[in-house]
């Protein structure tokens, strides 16, 4: 089953980059449960719609969101986080915190999915969600490939 508005996130572990560039253990909670926040997922970085739509949507607009009161932004997909680094700095990034998932953080919101049939394995839906301290206020959830639902213009109409 997966989160749904009025449910806190899941207390698991996420990875980044430190700036020694080794990868650096990050708690869900502490990452994401505090203020407000809004998080996008991806099945993949530098997959052709995240990296030229999904991503770009929310470094565009990273200051509109912050202007309607939105202290985190995070991203997050079933990659490594020296990947995400990467990604995160050939997109122009700066200020999205780019988040490393194993899979344990996908598996326990409930939304991952089969991506075997494209070569990727198991990844996260793609999606995204506002939180307030850490609890789910929206979460929009793509029902197929594209992006619509969680496109940072629609986060920007919810908040």
């Not at 996130?9 to 407000?36: F, Y």
């Not at 953080?105 to 049939?117: C, E, I, N, V, W």
Request: include cysteine.
């Amino acid at each position: 089953m997966s989160i749904t508005v009025g449910d806190t996130i899941p207390n698991t572990t996420l990875r980044v980059l430190g700036a020694d560039g080794m990868p650096q253990t990050v708690n869900s909670h502490d990452v994401l449960g505090s203020g407000k926040v809004v998080l996008f997922a991806v099945p993949g970085a530098f997959t052709p719609g995240c990296s030229m739509i999904h991503l770009p949507g929310y470094v565009q607009n990273r200051e509109a969101l912050q202007a309607k009161g939105v202290q985190t932004i995070a991203c997050v997909s079933v990659n490594d986080p020296w990947v995400m680094d990467a990604w995160g700095k050939a997109q122009g990034a700066e200020g999205i915190t780019m988040l490393a998932d194993g899979g344990e953080f996908t598996q326990a919101m409930g939304l991952q999915m089969d991506g075997s049939g494209f070569g990727l394995g198991t990844r996260s839906q793609r999606y995204s969600a506002i939180l307030d301290n850490g609890v789910v206020t929206e979460i929009n959830v793509e029902d197929g490939p594209g992006v619509s639902v969680s496109a940072c213009e629609v986060v920007l109409g919810h908040l």
